[in-house]
């Protein structure tokens, strides 16, 4: 278990620096940066994300493992993204969707699950995404169809959203960041949070 925790973690912090690096080539007008700090909450992260992922997947298929490996180094990559440059690149989002959608066509398909989506994906687009950004949304939409793979519906995904704002709110209003009307008064990255809120749903889920 630990061999392969540490190795999965391994992958995903190579992962992640070798897919900014290509993404800082790419755009050069990035605003990335490798700070210590950063490394070492990457690093950090990484191995949170690896124990979940060992502990989630270690009964499944290897394609399926795989998968959610990838998945994992996607919700990294746009954490990290975002955190710096309060931006989700496409490039990272694609692979990340197509892998959930991938996952969920070879889970046993429920129609509720469908349905959920569907409903989830409405308020997104109509609702949610007019509080916060399309990038925002496209990363919970990710979470929610990865999370839809494991037969969970839209109570899972609201959970999920529910408690990406129960962080946000603790960790901005410890800094002071949360004015007199409840909004931040600086704003700030949300997708680190969502990556939280789905280490915490997928592992409560695991040990339920």
Same mark, same amino acid.
Request: hydrophobic share 55%; net charge neutral.
């Given at each position: 278990?630990?061999?392969?925790?540490?190795?999965?973690?391994?992958?995903?912090?190579?992962?992640?620096?070798?897919?900014?690096?290509?993404?800082?080539?790419?755009?050069?007008?990035?605003?990335?940066?490798?700070?210590?700090?950063?490394?070492?909450?990457?690093?950090?992260?990484?191995?949170?994300?690896?124990?979940?992922?060992?502990?989630?997947?270690?009964?499944?298929?290897?394609?399926?493992?795989?998968?959610?490996?990838?998945?994992?180094?996607?919700?990294?990559?746009?954490?990290?993204?975002?955190?710096?440059?309060?931006?989700? $690149? !496409? &490039?990272?989002? =694609?692979?990340?969707?197509?892998?959930? #959608? @991938? %996952? *969920?066509?070879?889970?046993?398909?429920?129609?509720?699950?469908?349905?959920?989506?569907?409903?989830?994906?409405?308020?997104?687009?109509?609702?949610?995404?007019?509080?916060?950004?399309?990038?925002?949304?496209?990363?919970?939409?990710?979470?929610?169809?990865?999370?839809?793979?494991?037969? $969970? !519906? &839209?109570?899972? =995904?609201?959970?999920?959203?529910?408690? #990406? @704002? %129960? *962080?946000?709110?603790?960790?901005?209003?410890?800094?002071?960041?949360?004015?007199?009307?409840?909004?931040?008064?600086?704003?700030?990255?949300?997708?680190?949070?969502?990556?939280?809120?789905?280490?915490?749903?997928?592992?409560?889920?695991?040990?339920?």
């Amino acid at each position: 278990m630990v061999a392969q925790v540490l190795g999965a973690g391994g992958i995903m912090v190579l992962s992640v620096f070798l897919a900014l690096r290509c993404l800082m080539i790419l755009d050069k007008d990035h605003g990335l940066s490798f700070s210590a700090g950063t490394l070492r909450m990457l690093c950090l992260g990484s191995l949170i994300a690896a124990a979940i992922w060992y502990q989630s997947t270690v009964e499944m298929e290897m394609g399926a493992r795989l998968a959610w490996l990838v998945i994992h180094i996607f919700f990294l990559c746009c954490g990290v993204t975002d955190h710096q440059t309060c931006q989700v $690149y !496409d &490039i990272f989002q =694609y692979p990340g969707i197509l892998l959930s #959608a @991938y %996952l *969920l066509w070879n889970s046993p398909h429920h129609l509720w699950v469908g349905v959920s989506l569907i409903l989830f994906a409405l308020l997104q687009y109509f609702v949610f995404m007019r509080m916060y950004g399309k990038g925002d949304g496209m990363v919970l939409l990710t979470a929610a169809v990865a999370e839809a793979s494991l037969g $969970y !519906d &839209i109570s899972v =995904y609201l959970l999920h959203m529910i408690v #990406a @704002y %129960l *962080l946000l709110g603790l960790v901005q209003g410890i800094k002071g960041n949360i004015g007199r009307k409840g909004k931040l008064a600086r704003p700030v990255a949300f997708v680190p949070y969502i990556v939280v809120g789905f280490w915490i749903i997928v592992e409560i889920l695991t040990i339920l």
